[in-house]
């Protein structure tokens, strides 16, 4: 996972998915593109970058509760004809 990207890891959704990641406590929400497995750690279901951990205020504390929604799924926009950028 590059940190100055906004990437994500996920266990099981598609590469290339565009997901809405909001952190609870503030608010404050980045949309990431899934480009590898993990978090390999109980209880965790996304891990997010650097980059992406900077725009919803999570650096210092290094985990927070998060609500995510799937915004893009690339498997299933590129089925239809239509172009996703990446």
Known sequence: ??????????????FGTK???????????????I??????????????SKAAAQNIGMVSSGTAQVCYQIV??????AGKGVKVDG
């Open 35 to 48: 480009n590898d497995r993990g978090p390999f750690i109980r209880g965790r279901v996304i891990d997010v």
């Open 19 to 33: 997901v809405l990641v909001t952190n609870k406590r503030n608010g404050k929400s980045v949309i990431v593109r």
């Open 1 to 14: 996972m590059n940190a100055a990207k906004l990437t994500a890891a996920h266990r099981s959704l598609p």
């Open 72 to 77: 893009a799924d690339t498997q299933k926009v």
